[in-house]
């Protein structure tokens, strides 16, 4: 009897894993619309027991068969493999070539971007082929035994793509970064005679990253969500679930701040500072430094009357799976203002320095300021596009989607002054981009001086009420280099 218990006992998980496991149940999050006033449009929130994360909209001003699938999936360009640069790019275009011009697609660091437009009769049917996507399924973008269509066409667009100011800016400041190398060409180039090698590493690569888990989906329509949800739920039921396997990358460190020298070919002169750090979860509107995007008119209106940029935005962006989030800001720079990039970095830091010194009242009153804003945006605004919901998806989880969940219990004062603080204490990447000639013309002048901080004088103050000017803080030496355009010939 006790061998035929440990019998039992030893073939219990094998007999496990061949039966079908039963469906976990569906976790309903919200069916509370943020946006007021607007009757015509409801929606829910839910987390599918595959890990999909989905948001159903009911929409009556769209058309009587009028639908929209939008996807967003966590994997970008930062996830390329080491021996193929340019496999989410090609990917991309090779599922946009299947489905065909209704699907339209963004590529971006941290994950791409998918939105459909169907008709309600197919409705069933182009759903259940766009969530194949990230199931087991018999959909592939492309034939393993043939030849790998228009990939010298997609090869020619992306070299196009990386011609471009932004692709230079973002390519190199990742390489600086040590996540990227060389995102220039394709590495599949080099088994261009071995269509069935290169195939089976592209699929390998879609397994593992184009997945339910930590992915998003959007589905609006003109239907009420109880048939809509049904549906789904019944296209769900019948897909074998992919379980996502992620290569481990090694621990991301900075070990030192950088100064580099972009080549431009555009017209673009720009000044991005760059501060990356480590979060083990990240939400955007729930983040402490999120509120400090907000407030970066003063510093915008200071350059202006100088005369030295023309507009300043800072953002965060999360670049995915054990890699770091980055706060960013970006400066367009005038001809003057390339000349006196070391005096507006000088400026940054003082604005920082004044951020992280405000008063708890003062950060509540910001706080109110932008609850404000949201609040009318929300009204002007509505409804967002598909685009821009996913955009916003992939950087907010589903339960504090969207902009009305930023709350006043997330917000600590004690951690946003820390997090500022972390930010000048830490190391920082400069990227000063600009033609050649101007920045040959900056290297002879030699003896560029951060302005004076005369205590009375109105361009050395921001907008954060009573505050005084702080002094430029010392900060980590920068290393210098030049990084010259590579597509030149």
């Not at 793509?161 to 390489?175: P, V």
């Not at 040959?440 to 009573?466: E, V």
Request: aromatic share 10%; glycine share 4%.
């Amino acid at each position: 009897m006790m061998f035929g218990l440990l019998t039992c006992l030893f073939l219990w998980p094998c007999s496990f894993f061949c039966k079908e496991v039963p469906v976990p149940i569906h976790h309903f999050v919200s069916d509370t619309s943020p946006y007021k006033g607007h009757k015509n449009c409801h929606w829910e929130k839910w987390k599918l027991s595959n890990g999909l994360s989905l948001l159903l909209i009911h929409d009556i001003r769209l058309g009587a068969s009028e639908c929209y699938f939008g996807l967003s999936v966590p994997a970008g360009a930062v996830d390329d493999p080491s021996y193929a640069p340019g496999t989410a790019h090609l990917l991309a275009h090779l599922i946009g070539d299947t489905f065909g011009p209704e699907l339209d697609f963004e590529i971006g660091l941290h994950s791409t971007l998918f939105k459909l437009r169907s008709e309600w009769e197919p409705f069933s049917s182009d759903l259940s082929r766009f969530l194949s996507l990230i199931h087991h399924d018999s959909f592939c973008p492309f034939d393993p035994t043939g030849k790998m269509p228009a990939l010298h066409e997609i090869e020619a667009e992306r070299h196009f793509s990386s011609q471009q100011d932004a692709f230079h800016l973002w390519s190199t400041l990742l390489n600086q970064l040590q996540i990227t190398q060389d995102r220039n060409s394709y590495g599949f180039e080099n088994v261009v005679a071995d269509n069935l090698q290169r195939a089976s590493q592209l699929r390998q690569w879609f397994d593992c990253y184009y997945t339910a888990e930590e992915s998003s989906c959007i589905v609006s329509t003109p239907k009420p969500l109880s048939e809509v949800r049904n549906v789904i739920l019944e296209i769900l039921s019948g897909m074998r679930q992919k379980t996502m396997r992620r290569p481990k990358r090694e621990i991301w460190k900075c070990n030192k701040s950088a100064f580099l020298f972009l080549e431009m070919q555009k017209g673009t002169r720009s000044l991005s500072c760059i501060w990356p750090f480590l979060e083990k979860e990240f939400s955007e509107k729930q983040h402490p430094l999120y509120l400090l995007t907000t407030v970066m008119e003063g510093l915008t209106l200071q350059l202006r009357d100088l005369k030295w940029a023309t507009s300043c935005q800072a953002h965060l962006e999360p670049l995915g799976y054990q890699l770091p989030t980055l706060f960013c800001i970006r400066i367009d720079l005038t001809e003057k203002g390339v000349q006196r990039w070391e005096g507006i970095l000088s400026l940054i830091d003082q604005f920082l320095s004044q951020a992280a010194q405000l008063k708890n009242e003062e950060i509540e009153a910001l706080f109110s300021e932008l609850k404000k804003e949201e609040s009318e945006q929300i009204l002007t605004d509505f409804p967002w596009s598909i685009e821009k919901m996913l955009k916003a998806f992939a950087k907010e989880p589903l339960q504090t989607f969207p902009l009305f969940a930023v709350s006043p219990l997330q917000l600590d004062s004690h951690r946003y002054r820390a997090s500022i603080q972390q930010l000048l204490d830490g190391h920082r990447i400069v990227l000063l981009g600009t033609n050649l000639s101007e920045w040959q013309t900056i290297q002879k002048l030699s003896c560029l001086q951060a302005p004076k901080k005369d205590k009375g004088n109105p361009h050395n103050r921001f907008f954060f009420p009573n505050k005084p000017t702080i002094s430029h803080l010392s900060r980590q030496p920068l290393e210098y280099s030049t990084c010259p355009r590579k597509d030149q010939k």
